[in-house]
């Protein structure tokens, strides 16, 4: 028949589409029609160029993790290492959903696109937005002893330069109002790189930690969802902060972490059509959905690359079922004090710096406890916190009565614990998706 030829091209074509976006014939993508991807959150990345003479232990170092503990100082190690496993996972793209550096150095940007670039040339394409700690960061800072010296961070169009071939270069379509993009890494299939941060008000010397959707933006994003569903392609949505809560009342007892108007903005997208975010700011690995009007929204978190339990994600895609599994990393190319691994000292040193600042935070409003209870009541605090971050959390009988004792004196810490413990369903680490 005449028709063949024509039939076994289209099909061709079809099977090659996401090859051809990719530059690359070995795609997993052509194996099967399915799609593999890859997300890591929350790098952090620091260039060690930015430590000077001892300055891992020197005072303006430990003070400032002393106030938000994470493995900064080990993050050239931890990335080159996330790299090598995501690299020999050989998946089709991966997901960077913002706070790729500290705060925001142009060093740090620099080097860590350098790191980033290898991933082009084997074949995945490597899509990123970023984090309230990327652009414009007024907390940039090299060390130098026990000195802390400020450094150059970057612009929005410095951002986008820097990452021109992380997603901004090739984007099919860019928001004029915020570095929102639209990706296409198959013919089926967009990311709506979001861009929800709040880098313009950067003025008072701090950087701002929540999250907004511009109303421009969101009038941009639902044009884009509308002309997608129209064409029958699939969206995949990616932004730093969480667009829905992930435990209950989480915007009131953690504020600044769900990104403004979350409600209203998830509503409308849902019903624009998107089914899946994947996000991180939070530092936790959890998933979360929200039901409206007949849809189905998942919030799929992924946790930091410099907090335990040191997590990224791996996605199948096949047709209208999506495989959600976790790795972690367990190894990095490092000496650590005592001879430790990575996740032996991770989970020590968090553990040990979340009681001081537990015992600081209870002595707040709206807990108000004294020294003494606050003190007593931090290791709670901690664990609960720790379990939200690992994912899939269950609390234990004994760590149950301890936490109901502190409910009865003091209801909205017994209303935070509760609410860190209580898992919010899908499952977190594993997960199974059936997309419409």
């Known amino acids: 028949m005449k028709t063949k030829p024509i039939y076994y091209l289209i099909i061709a074509i079809a099977i090659a589409s996401c090859n051809d976006r990719f530059g690359s ?121 026990d000195a802390a010296t400020p450094t150059s961070s970057v612009t929005a169009s410095e951002f986008a330069s820097i990452y021109h071939e992380f997603g901004y270069g090739d984007a099919i379509y860019r928001d004029p109002n915020s570095l929102s993009y639209v990706s296409q890494p198959c013919s089926d299939i967009w990311i709506m790189a979001i861009d929800d941060c709040k880098y313009n008000e950067n003025t008072n010397g701090i950087a701002v930690i929540g999250g907004n959707i511009k109303n421009e933006t969101m009038v941009w994003i639902k044009t884009r969802l509308a002309e997608a569903k129209q064409r029958n392609i699939r969206v995949f949505g990616m932004m730093h902060h969480n667009l829905i809560e992930h435990y209950a009342n989480q915007d009131v007892l953690d504020p600044q972490y769900v990104t403004d108007n979350w409600e209203q903005n998830s509503n409308e997208l849902m019903d624009a059509g998107l089914q899946v975010i994947f996000t991180g700011h939070y530092h936790a690995n959890d998933v979360t959905t929200k039901n409206y009007n007949g849809n189905l929204l998942y919030d799929i978190e992924t946790g930091s690359q410099v907090n335990p339990p040191l997590p990224y994600r791996l996605i199948q895609l096949q047709n209208k079922e999506m495989e959600v599994t976790t ?53 709670q605090f901690r664990n609960a916190y720790m379990a939200h971050f690992a994912g899939d959390e269950k609390i234990s009988v004994t760590e149950q009565k301890l936490d109901d004792a502190i409910a009865a004196n003091y209801p909205i810490a017994g209303m935070a614990l509760a609410a860190l413990w209580t898992d919010l369903n899908p499952s977190d680490n594993k997960v199974h998706v059936r997309l419409k």
């Not at 005072?59 to 493995?71: H, M, V, W």
């Not at 537990?358 to 108000?368: D, E, G, I, K």
């Open 25 to 145: 014939t070995e795609s997993p993508a052509a194996q099967g029609g399915h799609i593999k991807m890859a997300v890591v959150s929350d790098i952090h990345y620091m260039d060690p160029t930015l430590l000077k003479n001892g300055a891992e232990n020197g005072q303006a170092f430990q003070d400032y993790f002393n106030a938000d503990p994470k493995l900064i100082q080990y993050s050239d190690a931890i990335t080159r290492q996330m790299i090598s496993e995501v690299t020999k996972e050989k998946p089709d793209m991966l997901l960077i959903p913002g706070d790729l550096t500290k705060d925001g150095e142009r060093v740090s940007h620099q080097s860590l696109a350098s790191l980033l670039r290898p991933l082009i040339s084997t074949g995945i394409k490597v899509i990123v937005v970023p984090g309230n700690h990327d652009i414009m960061n007024p907390e940039a800072r090299s060390y130098d002893g």
């Open 327 to 379: 790795r972690y990393i367990a190894t990095i190319d490092a000496a650590l004090p005592g001879g430790m691994d990575i996740t032996t000292y991770s989970q020590l040193f968090f553990s040990g710096h979340l009681d001081g600042a537990f015992s600081y935070l209870l002595t707040q409003p709206p807990f108000s406890m004294s020294d003494e209870e606050a003190a007593s009541a931090a290791p």
